[in-house]
């Protein structure tokens, strides 16, 4: 019998995986199951040391999987890691799936800071219930993991920001960090210094500290909600894909997993 096409090995892998199997969405060396996205001005894209290199362009840089018939519609969860090298804009938008439509999660949006989904109920991530404000800083190594069912989409984040209050203190909050890390308070220390070079000057109220740790940061409802993507270029992204927007992004270790029974609902904390 003649194969009129042959099916990478990493499609095949998504469309049979199933329970809590994590399986690479990259094989680390080239573009193998996804292409450019045919955004007009678009930077280099290319793959390096097993990471994806997006280059900021005259607007989107970014890939488009190709093979929409291998992935699920709801009931599985992408993990990606993504850093921003520089820019101003978001550094590793992920468009996913969700049901018959398309979302977006928007990654430091609207001049850096906004995170969310768009769209829902015609809302985008800057104006509706999932918006967030997070201060990606450059070259640090963001983990996100998006969480699709019917019900609900469910975003964590690592490392997350965390607000200091008026009643926090510096060792407090170190010795919070290493009871949650199981480390000793000067691992904890060095650690957060490392990701705060201004560490005295944020242990101010009101301030934010960069924290090690997976923390729930968006669970947004979407029964009887009207899902879509934000309308412009960025559709081209669907069904799942990874974008810039004038700005230069690396991402790397991007995986999912089907659920093979309903998630439970988790709120903030440390690891899974």
Known sequence: MTMKKLIPLITLALATACGTTWQPLFNGRDLTGWEETDYAGRGKVSVENGELHLDGGEILTGITW??????????????????????????????????????????????????????????????????????????????????????????????????????????????????????????AEATLRKLNPMFDDLMKPGKNLIVPGEAQVIEADIHEKVISIRPGEIELSAPLGFATFQTSGVIRNARLRRLSTPAKRRGYGYGR
């Open 66 to 187: 190709k093979d929409k018939d291998a992935l699920p519609k709801t009931n599985y969860e992408i993990e990606y890691e993504a850093k921003k090298v520089d820019g101003s804009d978001f550094f590793a938008l992920l468009t996913f799936p969700v049901g018959e439509k398309h979302a977006s999660l928007v990654t430091g949006g609207w001049g850096g800071a906004v995170t969310g989904i768009s769209s829902i109920n015609s809302m985008d991530a800057s104006e509706n219930d999932t918006t967030l404000y997070v201060k990606y800083e450059p070259n640090i190594w963001y983990k996100f993991r998006v969480r699709v069912t019917p019900r609900v989409i469910t975003v964590w984040l690592d490392p997350h920001e965390r607000l200091i209050l008026r009643k926090d203190t510096v060792a407090g909050v170190i010795g919070e960090y290493a009871k949650a890390a199981g480390i000793t308070a000067d691992e």
